[in-house]
């Protein structure tokens, strides 16, 4: 299995609300090696070797970290706008929902992968979603942001031992404060 995290490379986006996956990946493992175009770590969850993958293509690239890789064992970890900060949603597959890394991964291996998106949402109505994506959570959502970190990691090690199904029934309905 292979998890792949979206972010974009660079301590100037390390905190963003764009890095949520590289953010959950950074708490599965702290030690990185060196892939064509990404940062890769083998770890085991539930007694299964899985490989974390971060694309140091940019976002809206990160497709074509699939010219390296397989993509019939994997889970995309990825920010999502339209969900509340506070919310995960698993789904086996689906469209881009207008996130540029989705609709870069789609146009090299299609809309069929299973996806965890952490919510960031919402945007507020003045402020344009670009500048909105790459700006900083503050200090009282980073608090908020690391129990939903925690909770993808259980989502994650669900997935691995139980299936995405179990996940989904577990994990699609919390809430964290």
């Known amino acids: 299995m292979i998890i792949i995290g979206l972010g974009n490379p660079g301590e100037n986006y390390a905190n963003t ?6 953010m959950v990946l950074d708490r599965l493992s702290k030690s990185w090696k060196s892939g064509p175009n990404y ?8 007694g299964q070797k899985v490989r974390l993958v971060k694309p140091l293509t940019y976002m809206n690239l ?14 995309v970890v990825y920010d999502d706008l339209d969900l509340p900060l506070g919310r995960i949603r698993i789904r086996k597959d689906g469209s881009a929902g207008g996130h540029n890394g989705i609709k870069s991964i789609i146009s090299y291996i299609g809309q069929n992968f299973p996806r965890i998106r952490i919510g960031i949402g919402p945007k507020p109505k003045e402020v344009d979603a670009a500048d ?15 129990k939903v970190i925690d909770l993808t990691l259980q989502a994650i090690e669900t997935i691995v031992s139980e299936g995405i199904d179990k996940a989904m029934n577990k994990y699609n309905s919390v809430q964290v404060d």
């Open 17 to 22: 609300r764009h890095n949520v996956g590289f």
């Open 39 to 46: 940062l890769y770590s083998d770890i085991n969850i539930s």
């Open 62 to 75: 990160s497709g074509e970290v699939f010219k390296y890789l397989p993509h019939d064992d994997i889970i």
């Open 132 to 146: 909105y994506v790459l700006s900083d959570f503050s200090s009282e959502e980073f608090e908020k942001l690391r």
